[in-house]
């Protein structure tokens, strides 16, 4: 039976606490020891250098500083330790490091130099060169410990700069889940070192047309340079593979195995020389794998002065030379070069292919340029089949020879040579120019051209020049730039080969591919270059690895199918929307319709100042317990132009405006509900937001049949502007809700509501961001002045990206500014209305000055004032009334004539009737007022930052 022994334990019998220490630990020191604690080091000797005073510590720190190992140099004396490792020297010593023969024959002050102890390479050898040879041989190895002088004193300078300069560190283009499963990894030197045979290739199929290219662009000088035109009529088209309806033919053929487009297999071959962060996508369906890119990204932008020392910096969002921006500028000018320099007219010789554009629609106008779909053998089993562009055809000596041409802007210094500008190109856009020239090598044209282009003036992004062109044969301008066709070509076979290997791994379901080529299986990863190339693989089904779109609309059924979206993306974002009333079905149209109108008491909550009251009703809640509920969330800012602003104190994109109007509830109401058509909608925004920051504006669907009410209208819109916090364009797609009601104390009320809805078949364009509509209300009420109504905006607009107090200040100004622009056009509708002949007022019209010459007949005296016209007291005629009046008693105004503003005389007594006597909606006309929800619904007010 097993023994159990009862351990001994030390009682202290002096007092309360642990025993006295034994003798044997009296002397020793302590310090309390930590897994997680820093250990020092004895001596390191791989190193190269290291400070004095850190040169036996790993890192500092004060932890069990007992413990720390301590140089003793005395002890250090009695032994030698022979290092027979070599350390790793930084490539700039090796190159500023001095010769074998430098250090015999010239090392300044060191062994065998100038002021040197001497070494026994310095003993003469009897076999050895002539004194006098041995003398002209020093004579010449001075000059080069000048020059050796010289270097070293440029490297401690490259030094001191190297230590002054800040690291840029760029976040990653997709933030890796926890949820991934790592499949492969590439790694970048790997990839540098593999050589393949360039690949043979076929045309399968041509789509589009080709114009003929303009010879008088490579005689163009910087002395002879030509503005740079824009085309802003023509559709550029960034389709990615799986939205190609003629990749999906061929898919269905089965003519290969990895499909892919020219712009992504060129970003692969060029990846070595990338520097900014990017990603693509993989999936398979069945046995083939296709790369697409993602729908948020900047894929298709290009960038300017990736691979420069000194990038554009990115502190200021706003500037025009922010990367941003500059990118957007670089892209512009590649797609307006690659039309202007295309021959245009009757005599211009144009090629065109049986198929047309596959992307282009009826209503928009392609860009000229042919798709070559070309198969390219990999060998392996596996055939590859990219989508290639070619931009125009050039015809010499009879031959048709096909042309692809890429801008290269900004130069900093014109003056100089092509080739110092080409080299200076090289060595700032090395990716960007090594992915040109790999897709002129896969479309396989006969030459790429290169333009030259640069700012007309250096503070205007939008206005450009040709300075020159120049024609490069597309394998030799590869060799040039140090691009092996041969090492590009096994890189991509490489990646496609071991993505074909692992893809197999893990099958997801992918339903909008899946039905349209028969499959079932379907495999979706991720390239990025985070950490080299990464193959990774998404485990759940939503949309951060791009399985699934599934989202649904409010009350309706989900909807997983993606739909093929042959759309345009230009300069300015504009993206082909479809407009079709059956993108939502009836329950999902009564799902919009219901939730925005659940939402109503909120909304109007979330406008008013006191949020504890749904203004159409009374508040049965006492002024001492209004604080208790929620406190108002608004804080004055300032006035401007008859506009108060307020702030949000609880979230930085809560913004909020009132100002007065003096029109009627109708005449606002006519602008804010103007969204039955697309046309109308259009306008109407336009007219609120400014026509220059309403890049397209559509109406998706109706979602309520329309009442006795003309105001009531309830309709999914998308919308597309400038972005107010930055730089990239924002597009919405929202539920607009208005209608007109009646207060509590019998007063009218109009209000407009949008909110943010997801549609899964609307999917962000590249150009855009996708911003959210959190909450934004326009309310209309009647004041008890008559003539005048208080108009209200309020809104929380998610950009996406983080808020700042500058951004913020911006976005209040938009506020002042769409309240402005609201109530200039309502004042305009209130006095225009008069001047149509059925509300025309009755007055004494025998004395209209402009209807009869009789100057008996004419009226002598101001209407208003009543004093006598003089030559001083000019006669005017008032355009509403037609009455006489002096130029003190009329004003100039802007009215509305058949929906175009113009400027009027009107006299102060029309202007004064206008207003007191505004147009009225009838109460027949009234929507029935919605049933006020409980008061706590008011404390739910969008409180999420």
Known sequence: MASYETPSVDVNANGWGPTALPEQFLNVPYAPFNKGDKLGKAADFVSNYAPRGSRYARDPSGVNAEFQYKHDSKEDATFQLVDTSKGTRPKTEDRLRPTWNQQ?????GGRGGRGGRGSYNDKPDPNGPTTSSAQLRMKGMQKQNKRWDRLSNARRAVTFRRRDEVRVDRAASVMVQASWTLVDQFEMQQLTKLQANIPKSEDLKWCGELREFDASFDRITSRTNTRVHRYDDRDFYYVTTTDDPVIEELAQQEQATVFATDAILAHLMACTRSVFPWDIVAQRVNNMVFFDKRDESNFDLLSVNENASDPPSQEEPEHMNHPDRLSLEATMINQNLSQQVLKTGNGAFYKTFDEPNPFASEDAKPA???YRYRKFDLGGGLNLVARCEVQGVALKKGKQQYVSTFALNEIANPTLLRGAILANELKNNSCK?????????LSGVDEMKLGYVSRSNFKDPYSHVVLGMQSYIPSTFATQIALNQNNTTSGSVARSSDIHKHVGKRQELWTGLQQRLGATPLFSGILSNQKGERVLEDSDDDEDGD???????????RSTERVRCRSAVSYEGSRQVPEDSTLLSAAQKAGCFSYIKR??????AFASDDPTDDIREPSNISPADEGDIVGSNWEAVKAKNGVQLYKSKRSRCEVRGVTHVNASVKNVMSILAAGESTEAFADAQKTILGADQVIEAKVLALCAQPTNSRYFHCGLKYQAIKNPFGTTPLDL??????????THDGKLIGYRILESIRVPELRPS??????SIRCEVYTVVETDTPGVVEVTFASHLDPKSKCSSSKRSQWIEQAGVRLANLRAHAEKTSIGNHLLPENNREMNRKHRSFTSGDKDKQQRNCNVCQHAFSFLRKRHSCRLCGESSCGRCCRKMPVLVEAESTRVKVCLSCILHSRNNPDEIRRGELGQPSRRRDISNSTFIIYDE
Do not use: E
């Open 104 to 108: 015999r024959f010239g090392g300044r």
């Open 368 to 370: 000229s340029g042919a």
């Open 433 to 441: 120019l090594a992915k040109w020239t790999a897709q002129a090598l």
């Open 547 to 557: 399985v699934v779109q599934d989202s649904y609309l409010p009350n309706g059924p």
């Open 599 to 604: 939402r109503h008491s909120i909304a109007l």
């Open 733 to 742: 797609v929202y539920l607009d809700y208005t209608d007109v009601s009646t």
């Open 766 to 771: 590249p150009k855009y961001v996708r911003a």
